[in-house]
């Protein structure tokens, strides 16, 4: 099945760096990258942003699980033509990205993984996955009814903010969900799982977390390198959303590794 995506440009095609894929996390889509990828475009890097499966404007599966996305990853790379393409992927989109370097080691030249490490995660989405289906999708008239629902499950207006953009007007009128919320909410511990591919990724790999997540912490240093010999670690003075929460800052950390 073929996935939504943004293309971003340079301005002067001739003047391209290097090609970057993008995958966002859970609950999220390639429009939380924009203010990235025209940072990135606008450094002549070429940049593709992906709706993964079950997310944004990309087909809802029968399955939500790694080997799907990589799945849709490897088709989406064919059939755009990309020659070693650089990975880069936060959260769920990076145990995407990992799992993807170790199954495909030859389809990519390099992978940036952000807050997110590879192994085992016991997910506390199970709270906003109780939130989300609490919204009664067929009658609601507004976000903001929406909202008051949600803030009863989760109580930060940002994360709400971000998690309420997965809700689309309907044409005929009413609303309706971008994500598939049934089957992540039936499938979730999917994404919680360890690496699906055995093996290592040998090439540059750049580690990316935010200082107040607790997602990669000091003890996943071995294994990261374990798995990924080359790869570096840096710390960003962020949360989980590091990216978001500092995007210049990050993509300039970005630049100045591929360089």
Request: glycine share 6%.
């Amino acid at each position: 099945m073929k996935l939504f995506f943004r293309e971003y440009l340079p301005a002067d095609a001739s003047a391209s760096k290097q090609t970057l894929v993008i995958l966002h996390g859970l609950f999220g889509s390639s429009d939380n990258w924009l203010t990235q990828a025209r940072f990135l475009s606008n450094n002549n890097y070429k940049v593709y942003t992906i709706d993964q499966a079950n997310h944004g404007q990309s087909y809802h599966s029968a399955s939500f699980d790694y080997a799907t996305m990589v799945s849709d990853l490897k088709e989406f790379i064919d059939d755009q033509k990309l020659k070693q393409p650089v990975i880069l992927g936060h959260s769920m989109g990076g145990k995407t990205a990992m799992n993807f370097a170790l199954a495909h080691p030859d389809s990519l030249s390099k992978l940036i993984v952000v807050d997110i490490a590879p192994r085992y995660y016991d997910l506390e989405h199970y709270t906003i996955l109780k939130g989300l289906n609490a919204i009664t999708i067929d009658t609601i008239t507004s976000r903001n009814e929406a909202d008051e629902v949600l803030a009863g499950y989760v109580h930060e207006s940002d994360v709400r903010q971000f998690l309420l953009k997965n809700l689309q007007r309907k044409a005929e009128g009413g609303f309706s969900w971008k994500i598939n919320l049934p089957l992540i909410t039936e499938q979730l511990a999917n994404i919680g799982v360890d690496m699906q591919y055995p093996g290592k990724f040998d090439k540059p790999t750049l580690f990316i977390r935010g200082r107040r997540s607790n997602y990669v912490r000091d003890s996943d240093l071995d294994r990261i390198k374990e798995v990924f010999p080359q790869a570096s670690l840096e710390t960003m003075e962020t949360g989980h959303w590091v990216q978001a929460e500092k995007p210049q800052e990050f993509v300039e950390l970005v630049m100045n590794w591929l360089s």
